[in-house]
């Protein structure tokens, strides 16, 4: 599976962006996509999944703010991010992977090229 992420930028404080991820290749091996983030000297933490036909998990960080959505005709993730803060600032890095129903564990084995996201205050 091959991952393309498209659409960080520089934004001020209060704005929003909209990323995308388009998924080519063994799309059948996956059932759960998701977006992480790393921010410098920071851990790579999760900020939002989507488990095909299950639902949506978030950070708390970015509840009501953030959006994971999926359009399966264009095997695409978006992640839509409203009332960005300063401490969003960070590069994402779309992810995809297989989510095991009986364990209730999501592994993660793909992933893309990350894109800057900076958010100045």
């Known amino acids: 599976v091959q991952l393309q992420a498209f659409g960080g930028g520089l934004v001020q404080a209060g704005e929003s962006l909209r990323l995308s991820c388009a998924a080519s290749?063994?799309?059948?091996?996956?059932?759960?996509m998701g977006w992480y983030r790393q921010a410098p000297g920071k851990e790579r933490e999760l900020v939002a999944s989507?488990?095909?036909?299950?639902?949506?998990d978030y950070a708390d960080s970015v509840k009501g703010r953030f959006t994971i959505s999926r359009d399966n005709a264009k095997n695409t993730v978006y992640l839509q991010m409203n009332s960005l803060k300063p401490e969003d600032t960070a590069v994402y890095y779309c992810?995809?992977?297989?989510?095991?129903?009986?364990?209730?564990?999501?592994?993660?084995?793909?992933w893309g090229q990350g894109t800057q996201v900076t958010v100045s205050s």
């Open positions: 992810a995809a992977g297989w989510y095991r129903r009986l364990k209730s564990t999501r592994t993660y084995d793909y």
């Open positions: 290749g063994s799309i059948f091996s996956i059932n759960v």
């Open positions: 989507i488990t095909f036909d299950v639902g949506t």
